[in-house]
């Protein structure tokens, strides 16, 4: 990259500062600039890329806003049950209200002005049929929504505690949201030891530590380049992952293996912040590629070590006439309440609904496979507010918690840690509201105060409540995977999924909190049901065609070692005897591979998620043994 030159660059059109003539008289002005791409999300949170010459931009200004430019079909997106085979046309339509940026080719210069090749991107909306049906379409109906009905609410009813707020004098809600990304960086083709890596990480030698070398000059163009798009970087820093690397003859460093993460400011326009997630994705993964390095995004990318998070905050301020800002989640007083009547009411209502939220935030086994025990990922739906109002503190073994700042109310808000690096960010963002909505009409209705919301919020399995569920707790300030056995976290926040078919069961098992998500169209069930399609199929396929064959070249990997002793040997006829159960047809006995992939071609998915578990525990089981006989052979 030429970072000497990137100050001739242009990077980002902010949204709204420049008209039709601005923005075509400033394009113009970087003859570099040669494509256009116009970006839609489908339910999948996959990114078109429309590649279209700038000259065809300028001629055809008009027709990008109004869907008459660019369409694509049913092949380029995931819009099951939507765009069919014999239904596919799907218009798009420019977004002009959120930063369009600029993604510059470093490897493909222009030969006339020596600088990269540009192509403009301009999120867009995905039309079929004359209705909006991608992700962000979802996300801009569902904040609307919401808007609008709380709106109604606090016009309507008197909240206690926010005595201070005059509803009329509100111009407009804030919908204050950002992400942070977590990925592991290597150099490629890398054998990767995972028992060195669970060592490193239960130590903590990696957290916060230096970065060197490629990584740290990636990482720092990284934050730059996002710096220039106008994301505003706030932290880049390496997490609880990865292994020391090492020096070859030549003093460079080899064998790199690092978990990383990078944060940048909130932004008040959810589109903006899921569109800056995409873009900071394309921007880290490019960056770290011209210096030799592969990223993943995945969220579980190596076993028995730390995932890939991308916890996903959401807070709710109030724009006054005056300009002033107040933070509705916030108390009026820091130091005597955790939070208000409506950020109550918020938490709860997404606590309640979360089982119909899981699929759309947790919707692959990848992501399944990281909320497990131990790696600072949730396990169950619980929240945590602190130990008291008046010391604010943060417990990473909870779904969602309340991240507070005495002395800047603004800063009130929750963190939602269960989302990966490829959750779908629109839909997530969509629901953790649409959810929110559902607590917050019940306390403003209520009329209950912030104490008695508090105890509600703070109830035993088996207490009462006229909203959260009789047989459940919601909250702890305990370290839930030390303090609680797996059944008693199962007895008190619920069972999670252990495969993305649970997930969907668990959905269709409280239909009423599906329909709670469904109020007011906004994300409506039509929508939900495509989405949910595209997840059972790429379950299917994943697990058939790609996790038994990996899990397939695991066991191929196993070798006979030479053997000097009995026990050795009984070790290794074992290994071969579990094996076989695992991927070994016989006359009249099928493996538990080949009986998932017929279960999966019958459509009896209940037994083939069962068996998957199955095959999940032997294969550990058997990655174990094989690790303990390798070990007893020198």
């Not at 003859?31 to 996959?46: H, K, R, T």
């Not at 963002?429 to 909505?437: G, T, V």
């Not at 649970?502 to 009423?512: A, C, D, S, T, V």
Request: proline residues 5%; contains cysteine; aromatic residues 8%.
């Amino acid at each position: 990259m030429n970072m000497l030159r990137d100050e001739e660059l242009l990077y980002v059109i902010p949204a709204g500062k420049y008209g039709k003539e601005g923005v075509l008289s400033l394009l113009a002005q970087y003859p570099e600039i040669q494509y256009v791409s116009i970006v839609g999300i489908d339910m999948a949170g996959n990114d078109t890329d429309e590649r279209i010459p700038i000259e065809l931009f300028f001629k055809n200004y008009n027709d990008f806003f109004s869907g008459d430019a660019v369409q694509t079909d049913g092949s380029s997106v995931v819009l099951p049950t939507i765009a069919t085979l014999n239904n596919a046309r799907i218009d798009m339509i420019a977004d002009p209200d959120v930063n369009w940026v600029v993604d510059y080719n470093y490897d493909h210069l222009d030969p006339q002005t020596g600088k990269p090749i540009g192509t403009l991107r301009i999120p867009a909306f995905l039309i079929h049929n004359g209705e909006m049906v991608d992700a962000r379409s979802i996300l801009k109906r569902s904040i609307a929504y919401v808007e609008q009905e709380i709106l109604e609410l606090l016009s309507t009813h008197t909240v206690p505690g926010m005595e201070h707020v005059n509803v009329k004098e509100i111009d407009e809600l804030l919908f204050t949201t950002a992400t942070e990304l977590e990925f592991w960086v290597k150099t490629p083709s890398q054998p990767i030891d995972s028992r060195a890596l669970s060592v490193s990480q239960r130590m903590k030698e990696q957290y916060w530590q230096r970065t060197h070398g490629a990584v740290r000059t990636a990482m720092e163009e990284s934050i730059e380049l996002l710096k220039k798009l106008g994301l505003q970087p706030e932290m880049g820093h390496k997490e609880v992952g990865g292994v020391k690397p090492r020096i070859d003859d030549n003093g460079r460093l080899i064998n790199i293996l690092e978990q990383l993460e990078i944060d940048w400011k909130f932004s008040s326009n959810p589109l903006q912040t899921a569109d800056n997630e995409l873009e900071a994705r394309i921007i880290v993964r490019e960056t770290f590629r011209k210096h030799g390095l592969e990223v993943t995004f995945k969220a579980k990318p190596i076993h028995g070590v730390a995932g890939s998070g991308k916890h996903t905050h959401i807070g709710l301020s109030a724009k006054m006439k005056s300009g002033k800002v107040i933070n509705l989640f916030a108390p009026k007083d820091m130091k005597e309440d955790f939070v208000s009547v409506l950020g109550y009411g918020a938490i709860m209502g997404i606590l309640k609904n979360y089982e119909a939220m899981n699929p759309f935030i947790s919707s692959t086994t990848d992501a399944l496979n990281r909320l497990q025990p131990g790696f600072e990922a949730p396990v169950c739906i619980v929240t945590s507010l602190g130990q008291a109002p008046a010391i604010p503190s943060r417990n990473r073994t909870i779904l969602i918690g309340l991240i507070r700042d005495l002395k800047n109310p603004l800063a009130t808000r929750f963190e939602l840690r269960a989302p990966n690096p490829y959750t779908n960010t629109y839909t997530c963002i969509a629901l953790c509201y649409l959810a929110a909505l559902d607590g917050i009409k019940y306390a403003v209705k209520s009329g209950k105060t912030t104490d008695e919301l508090l105890a509600e919020l703070s109830k035993a399995p088996g207490d009462d409540a006229d909203y959260l569920e009789k047989d459940r707790a919601y909250r702890s300030e305990e370290d839930v995977f030390e303090m609680f056995t797996e059944e008693e976290r199962q007895h008190h926040f619920s069972r999670p999924p252990a495969t993305v078919w649970e997930n969907i069961k668990m959905l269709r098992e409280n239909p009423g909190k599906q329909e709670a998500l469904a109020a007011g169209d906004a994300f409506s069930k039509r929508l939900m049901e495509s989405f949910l399609t595209g997840v059972v199929n790429r379950w299917k396929l994943e697990l058939h065609n790609r996790i038994i064959d990996e899990a397939m070249h695991r066991l191929c990997s196993y070798r006979e070692l030479p053997a000097d002793n009995e026990l050795d040997r009984k070790r290794w006829e074992e290994i071969v005897s579990r094996r076989n159960e695992l991927a070994k047809d016989d006359i009249g006995k099928k493996s538990i591979f080949t009986q998932i992939r017929l279960l999966l071609v019958d459509g009896d998915y209940d037994q083939a998620s069962a068996m998957q578990i199955e095959m999940d525990k032997k294969l550990q089981e058997l990655d174990d043994l094989y690790h303990t006989y390798k070990e007893n052979i020198f």
